[in-house]
C-alpha cells in the first residue's frame, strides 16, 4: 500500500471491495446458468470486447486517454493475460461447479495473494492477518466439501473446483502486480488498457470459437449472464480493483473475496434455486469472522 494514501483513501478503498464483492457474487449464480449454453472463450471474448468499449468511452469522456498511458504496453499484456485467464477458467469450473462451492474456491485468493504480495511488491503479512487468512481458507475449504468430513479427509475435489482453482491463482498474482505494474495512470485509463489486452489475448486463442457459435439462437439467459458480467462483473469490477489495489494492501483487497460465498447464497436464494445445507454455514461464518479480523486490524 502508498504510503501516502490517507484515511479517506482507505476508507474508499474498503467500500470499494464492498462493491466488487456484492457484483462478483452475482457472476457465479449467473454464470453457473450460463455456462453450459456456450464455450468459455466465446462468452468471454464478448464480454471483454464490449467491456473495453464501454471503459474506453468512459475514459475518454472523462479526460480521455493520454499518450504517455501507452508507456511500456507489455504491462497491460501482461495484466490482461492474467486476467483473461482468470476469467475463463471461471467458466470452464461452472460448467460442473455449484456457485457457492465455486465461491468458496473463490476466497482462498487471500492467503494466495498474500503470499504473492510478499514474492512481488514485498509486503508483510502480520501475525494477525495471516490468523485471518488461515480462517478465511478453512471457512472456504469447509464450504467447497460442502460440510463432508470424508470429502475433505480424502481431499477429493470436484473437478470444476479444481479448474476454476487455475484461475483464483491468476486472480491472486494479478492483485499486487497491478501497483507494481501502475505508472501513475487515471483508474479508466488503466482499466481500459488492460481489458484491451484481456480481449486480445482471448481473441487470440478464441477466435474459432466466437465464429462458431450460433449467436442468434442462444437462450435468454446466455444474453442476461453476457449483460451482467460485461457492465457489473468485468467493467466495474475491474475498476473498482484497480481502484482499492493502489489503496490498500493486496492481503486486504483480496480479503473482500470472503463476503462472495455470503453474497451468493442470497442470489441463489433471490433467483429461487433454494439455500446450501445447514452444516455449510459454519463454513460461511468462517470466512466473515476472517474479514472482520482483517478490517478491524487497521494499522
Known amino acids: 500500500m502508498p504510503h501516502d494514501a490517507t484515511a479517506a483513501d482507505r476508507r474508499n478503498g474498503h467500500l470499494a471491495m464492498l462493491t466488487f464483492s456484492c457484483l462478483v457474487a452475482g457472476s457465479f449464480s449467473l454464470g453457473s446458468m450460463a455456462a453450459n449454453e456456450i464455450t468459455p472463450l466465446a462468452l468471454n471474448g464478448v464480454r471483454f470486447v464490449a467491456a473495453t468499449i464501454f471503459v474506453g468511452?468512459?475514459?475518454?469522456?472523462?479526460g480521455g486517454i493520454p499518450r504517455e498511458a501507452t508507456r511500456q504496453p507489455w504491462r497491460y499484456l501482461i495484466l490482461g493475460g492474467i486476467f483473461a485467464l482468470?476469467?475463463?477458467?471461471?467458466?470452464?469450473?461452472?460448467?460442473?461447479?455449484?456457485?457457492?462451492?465455486?465461491?468458496?474456491?473463490?476466497?482462498?485468493?487471500?492467503?494466495?495473494?498474500?503470499?504473492?504480495?510478499?514474492?512481488?511488491?514485498?509486503?508483510?503479512?502480520?501475525?494477525?492477518?495471516?490468523?485471518?487468512?488461515?480462517?478465511?481458507?478453512?471457512?472456504?475449504?469447509?464450504?467447497?466439501?460442502?460440510?463432508?468430513?470424508?470429502?475433505?479427509?480424502a481431499?477429493?475435489?470436484?473437478?470444476?473446483?479444481?479448474?476454476?482453482?487455475?484461475?483464483?491463482?491468476?486472480?491472486?498474482?494479478?492483485?499486487?502486480?497491478?501497483?507494481?505494474?501502475?505508472?501513475?495512470?487515471?483508474?479508466l485509463v488503466f482499466t481500459f488498457f488492460v481489458l484491451a489486452s484481456a480481449s486480445l489475448v482471448i481473441l487470440l486463442f478464441g477466435w474459432k470459437d466466437v465464429l462458431a457459435t450460433d449467436w442468434a439462437h442462444l437462450p435468454a439467459i446466455v444474453w442476461i449472464a453476457l449483460g451482467y458480467i460485461t457492465v457489473f462483473?468485468?467493467?466495474?469490477?475491474?475498476?473498482?480493483?484497480?481502484?482499492?489495489?493502489?489503496?490498500?494492501?493486496?492481503?486486504?483487497v483480496m480479503a473482500y473475496t470472503y463476503l462472495v460465498p455470503s453474497w451468493v447464497i442470497i442470489w441463489e436464494i433471490a433467483l429461487g434455486h433454494g439455500t446450501?445445507?445447514?452444516?455449510?454455514?459454519?463454513?460461511?461464518?468462517?470466512?466473515?469472522l476472517a474479514l472482520y479480523l482483517l478490517l478491524e486490524h487497521e494499522g
Open 233 to 252: 462483473a468485468t467493467t466495474t469490477t475491474a475498476t473498482l480493483l484497480a481502484y482499492a489495489s493502489v489503496r490498500l494492501a493486496a492481503a486486504k
Open 86 to 153: 482468470y476469467f475463463v477458467m471461471m467458466f470452464v469450473g461452472l460448467k460442473t461447479a455449484e456457485p457457492v462451492s465455486a465461491s468458496a474456491v473463490f476466497t482462498l485468493t487471500p492467503l494466495l495473494a498474500a503470499g504473492f504480495g510478499y514474492l512481488i511488491m514485498r509486503q508483510i503479512t502480520t501475525r494477525r492477518i495471516a490468523m485471518a487468512l488461515a480462517i478465511g481458507a478453512a471457512g472456504a475449504l469447509w464450504v467447497i466439501f460442502r460440510a463432508d468430513i470424508h470429502a475433505l479427509l
Open 57 to 62: 468511452i468512459m475514459a475518454m469522456a472523462t
Open 155 to 187: 481431499f477429493h475435489v470436484g473437478r470444476g473446483e479444481a479448474l476454476y482453482f487455475i484461475g483464483v491463482v491468476a486472480h491472486a498474482i494479478y492483485t499486487p502486480l497491478v501497483p507494481r505494474l501502475h505508472r501513475g495512470e487515471r483508474t
Open 276 to 288: 446450501p445445507p445447514a452444516l455449510v454455514f459454519g463454513g460461511i461464518g468462517l470466512t466473515i
